[in-house]
């Protein structure tokens, strides 16, 4: 969203301030608020920053506009954020409105209209009004894309549909979410792609490739990374440290 975070260099790392800069590398926000280890971003014009030892959100002036009263926060999508208060997470909007009370033990940000939440150990969706509308029984799932969200449940994996049913069953262990209608997958110690049927249409070979962003994933290859299209074609050949 036109900014980015930046790590004033004076003093120890601990002692290290963040703020954000422009595209052409003027200091829009000083460098002021706490160095909590990871990178922070604009999402829907407002950012997490730390003071002291809570969380808030900022907006592109720097104001803080959500006071710092939460323990851990996810970034804003689909106008909601995710907020860690007194051990339990829940929602809230952008006027820092409790919209979702905080009574999960995990919590995701929202995609597609729903969101990833831990009851019981287990991972289930609820929707904007924090009812439940996928139940919380899966060991290990991911969040909505493309209307397809990736789900481990007892020996079954695969990914479901949005009513909880399985559309997809893989008899692999590992995979993304979708993204440009191919995931993600992991055979034998190697990565490839399935589509929506769940056929693999990229053979797991390399050692490792992103998700695919405007046509183009990244592959790594005998140590060196590069860019595959979708039929498995290298467009960009593998010459790079790592690449984004």
């Avoid at 200091?27 to 922070?40: G, H, L, M, R, S």
């Amino acid at each position: 969203e036109g900014l980015a975070m930046i790590l004033e260099v004076k003093g120890g790392r601990r002692e290290q301030k963040i703020g954000f800069i422009d595209s052409s590398g003027k200091i829009i926000i000083k460098p002021q608020f706490v160095n909590d280890y990871q990178e922070t971003y604009f999402s829907e014009g407002l950012a997490a920053v730390k003071v002291e030892k809570k969380y808030g959100f900022v907006n592109t002036t720097g104001e803080l506009v959500i006071a710092p009263t939460y323990d851990e926060v996810s970034a804003f999508q689909e106008e909601l954020a995710a907020v860690k208060i007194n051990g339990n997470w829940g929602y809230i909007d952008k006027g820092g409105k409790n919209v979702i009370s905080p009574s999960f033990e995990q919590a995701s940000s929202f995609s597609e209209g729903l969101a990833r939440v831990i009851v019981d150990e287990k991972r289930g969706f609820i929707d904007k009004t924090g009812k439940i509308v996928i139940p919380a029984k899966f060991d290990r799932a991911l969040s909505f894309g493309e209307g397809l969200a990736k789900v481990n449940l007892g020996g079954e994996r695969g990914f479901i549909d949005k009513s909880g049913a399985f559309v997809i069953k893989l008899p692999i262990r590992t995979a993304s979410s979708f993204s440009e209608g191919l995931a993600k997958i992991k055979k034998d110690g190697k990565w490839g792609f399935v589509d929506k049927i769940g056929k693999i249409v990229i053979t797991p070979q390399f050692e490792w490739v992103s998700s695919f962003s405007e046509g183009l994933a990244a592959v790594v290859v005998n140590g060196k990374q590069g860019f595959m299209d979708k039929a498995g074609k290298m467009i960009i050949p593998p010459q790079y440290e790592p690449v984004y």
